[in-house]
């Protein structure tokens, strides 16, 4: 009797100072237009009532306990109270009634970036460059939280205003958390093995037994930039079947006319996004630096990962090498002119600088390569021995029976 007259007092007290957590959101806010539409619920435009303030609320009916949908929801709001970015969708508020979840974030009135890129058909290199920084840094911030976000893709990345026709900032916010995990770091037990997401942004790893970290973010920064600068995907194979093969087996291409108007760099930093190996695959933080990001021509190119280091290296003083040294016959100066040659950082034109910073050269000693993968992957999260694993090939019928959380 004395611990439920104590909860009573605990009860009246909260009604009386906390009132707002014991009001359905329906009567603190009004409810406006629909924003949109996702799998877990709909999303509204709403009106503080007492402010006046502009919000977006999602509405998600109330899943029946321990169902995945309930483990999605609390998931996304437990990894959304824990982040502070300029560039991910803030949280202001969460209710929670007997039949629905609302979740109170700020409102984004520029919609999503796969509606823009409808209207717009395809952004210029000055409004990818700005959106793929933004998104770098947002993807940053999470992996140094040891957060990866698993569904990074057009439909969420809000764009926060309506936008200005001449002006190329866009301010885009990162959101639906739904399918983010939290990793312990960088060892082998904190390898995923779930593949979840959307089929067309997914890294090849995700669909493998062999486990991914947290570079399959970076490869969906890379579907997203191919897709901003040219309007397509870079994989379009209609069947799900051909198109996990197509993103396991392929190289990157831009067959499209517009690749025309793009610059190498970009290209060449696409390459370094899309690359099959995550081993090889440029970091969240290497892509934040990268000069065509940063826009800055006069820097030396920094190479995209260890390996890439190494070989540089290797280059740098077989090139010091000929210079200490200049073979005094013409002859021999031709035929010593090693293939590998680049111009020193002075040398080169800004073109070249930025080409050279996110080109990668294919091994050429296959045991030398092998140790080189070995021990990039380490940075990527990968130990040797499951890296070994990672480059014996599965058989494609296992990846598709595998999959789970996919759109
Ligand atoms: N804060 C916001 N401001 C404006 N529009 C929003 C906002 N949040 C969501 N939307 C719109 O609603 C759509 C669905 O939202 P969201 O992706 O969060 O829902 P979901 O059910 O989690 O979707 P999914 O099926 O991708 O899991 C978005 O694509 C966007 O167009």
């Not at 198109?243 to 390459?271: G, H």
């Not at 910073?357 to 050429?364: D, E, I, V, Y």
């Not at 380490?378 to 058989?395: D, Y």
Request: a positive charge.
């Amino acid at each position: 009797l004395e611990g439920s007259s104590c909860l009573v007092t605990v009860y009246i007290t909260n009604v009386l100072f906390f009132p707002f957590l014991f009001l359905s959101p329906k009567e603190i806010y009004e409810f406006g237009m629909k924003l949109g539409q996702g799998s877990f619920g709909v999303v509204y435009e709403a009106t503080h009532i007492e402010t006046q303030t502009k919000w977006a609320i999602k509405e998600v009916c109330r899943p029946a306990a321990g169902s995945s949908k309930v483990v999605m929801v609390d998931n996304e709001i437990e990894i959304l109270k824990q982040v502070n970015h300029a560039h991910i969708i803030h949280l202001q508020a969460v209710y929670r009634t007997a039949t629905m979840i609302y979740l109170v974030t700020e409102l984004c009135k520029g919609g999503d970036l796969r509606q823009l890129l409808q209207r717009k058909k395809f952004f210029t290199e000055d409004e990818t460059r700005n959106i793929i920084g933004s998104l770098a840094d947002a993807v940053v911030y999470l992996h140094k939280r040891v957060t990866v976000h698993r569904d990074l893709k057009l439909e969420n990345i809000l764009v926060k205003n309506s936008l200005n026709e001449d002006d190329s900032s866009i301010d885009i916010k990162v959101t639906d958390f739904g399918l983010s995990v939290k990793t312990g770091g960088a060892g082998i037990e904190n390898i995923m093995t779930e593949a979840c997401g959307t089929l067309m942004y997914m890294a090849p790893e995700m669909m493998s037994d062999r486990g991914y970290s947290q570079m399959c973010d970076v490869w969906s920064i890379g579907v997203v930039m191919y897709m901003l600068l040219c309007g397509e995907p870079p994989f379009t194979s209609k069947r799900k079947a051909l198109l996990l093969k197509e993103i396991m087996n392929t190289e990157v291409r831009f067959p499209q006319p517009i690749w025309a108007t793009v610059s190498d760099a970009a290209k060449n930093l696409l390459t370094c996004l899309l690359k099959v190996d995550p081993a090889y695959r440029m970091s969240a933080n290497q892509l934040l630096e990268n000069p065509w990001i940063t826009g800055d021509t006069n820097v030396p190119a920094v190479p995209s990962n260890i390996f890439e280091m190494m070989c540089r290296h290797r280059e740098e003083k077989e090139s010091n090498i000929d210079y200490l040294n200049p073979p005094s016959h013409s002859k021999n100066k031709q035929t010593k002119k090693p293939k590998t040659f680049e111009p020193s950082v002075k040398q080169r034109r800004p073109q070249d600088k930025k080409d050279f910073s996110t080109g990668q050269k294919p091994p050429t000693d296959s045991s030398k390569a092998d140790s080189q993968r070995i021990s990039t992957s380490s940075k990527v999260g990968l130990t040797p021995a499951n890296h070994q694993l990672a480059l014996r090939p599965i058989p494609i019928q296992n990846k598709i029976k595998k999959t789970s959380h996919i759109k």
